[in-house]
């Protein structure tokens, strides 16, 4: 499971990782188009961070997606790779919008429940890449890219959500597997992403270089 906010370079770890034919990429596409989120997106740039109706619904088919998504991990000779996964829907963007009300206490509460029944249903993470890097960072690189979809994130809100990765999402991911094994870069550190990649990839080698291997575990593998 790569994590991080948006623009620390989740995509170009998951090109770089993603060259091996064993790594199977499960990256943010869905089932069916999420019909909540334009109308989301428009609400949140014309109203900032404010009650938006759309929110709860976005929020529960990306619930619905990425449960779908999730159970994908079938193959146990296969190393999966989840970019961007189900818990950041509940404890970055959900927690997020329901500490700036731009959803009800009562909508996050049932959110909150559907999301718990929903994920005793999967497998969790073995692995839990975290790549942090300045929000404001972020947001000098986010306003390079002409992504619609990612027209509503101000400077301030990716600060906020950088606080949410670095002190929610580690201690829950831990809840779901005890066991989790947990790789942190700081990729600002590095000239590039490819570089930081090239860390990455190391230590998952490390930990899991039988999921490469011709004679690889049947153990299915899950980042």
Same mark, same amino acid.
């Given at each position: 499971?790569?994590?991080?906010?948006?623009?620390?370079?989740?995509?170009?770890?998951?090109?770089?990782?993603?060259?091996?034919?064993?790594?199977?990429?499960? #990256?943010?596409?869905?089932?069916?188009?999420?019909?909540?989120?334009?109308?989301?997106?428009?609400?949140?740039?014309? #109203?900032?961070?404010?009650?938006?109706?759309?929110?709860?619904?976005?929020?529960?088919?990306?619930?619905?997606?990425?449960?779908?998504?999730?159970?994908?991990?079938?193959?146990?000779?296969?190393?999966?790779?989840?970019?961007?996964?189900?818990?950041?829907?509940?404890?970055?963007?959900?927690?997020?919008?329901?500490?700036?009300?731009?959803?009800?206490?009562?909508?996050? #509460?049932?959110?909150?429940?559907?999301?718990?029944?929903?994920?005793?249903?999967?497998?969790?993470?073995?692995?839990?890449?975290?790549?942090?890097?300045?929000?404001?960072?972020?947001?000098?690189?986010?306003?390079?890219?002409?992504?619609?979809?990612?027209?509503?994130?101000?400077?301030?809100?990716?600060?906020?959500?950088?606080?949410?990765?670095?002190?929610?999402?580690?201690?829950?991911?831990? /809840?779901?597997?005890?066991?989790?094994?947990?790789?942190? /870069?700081?990729?600002?550190?590095?000239?590039?992403?490819?570089?930081?990649?090239?860390?990455?990839?190391?230590?998952?080698?490390?930990?899991?270089?039988?999921?490469?291997?011709?004679?690889?575990?049947?153990?299915?593998?899950?980042?």
């Amino acid at each position: 499971m790569v994590s991080g906010n948006t623009m620390s370079g989740k995509s170009s770890l998951t090109r770089l990782l993603t060259q091996d034919p064993k790594v199977v990429l499960l #990256n943010e596409t869905y089932t069916e188009p999420n019909r909540f989120l334009p109308l989301f997106i428009h609400k949140m740039l014309r #109203n900032g961070l404010k009650y938006n109706e759309f929110a709860y619904g976005a929020q529960l088919l990306f619930l619905q997606n990425r449960s779908n998504r999730e159970r994908q991990v079938t193959d146990p000779g296969k190393f999966y790779l989840l970019d961007r996964s189900i818990y950041e829907d509940r404890h970055i963007f959900a927690k997020f919008f329901a500490m700036k009300g731009v959803m009800s206490n009562d909508e996050y #509460n049932d959110y909150r429940n559907l999301f718990e029944k929903i994920v005793r249903t999967i497998d969790p993470p073995d692995c839990f890449i975290f790549l942090d890097s300045d929000p404001k960072k972020c947001y000098q690189r986010l306003k390079s890219r002409s992504k619609r979809i990612d027209q509503w994130l101000t400077q301030d809100i990716l600060v906020d959500l950088d606080k949410l990765y670095k002190h929610r999402l580690r201690e829950r991911i831990v /809840l779901h597997n005890s066991d989790v094994q947990i790789i942190e /870069l700081d990729v600002d550190k590095y000239p590039s992403f490819e570089v930081a990649g090239e860390i990455v990839r190391e230590r998952l080698e490390e930990l899991y270089g039988e999921a490469f291997a011709k004679d690889a575990s049947k153990r299915q593998i899950k980042v």
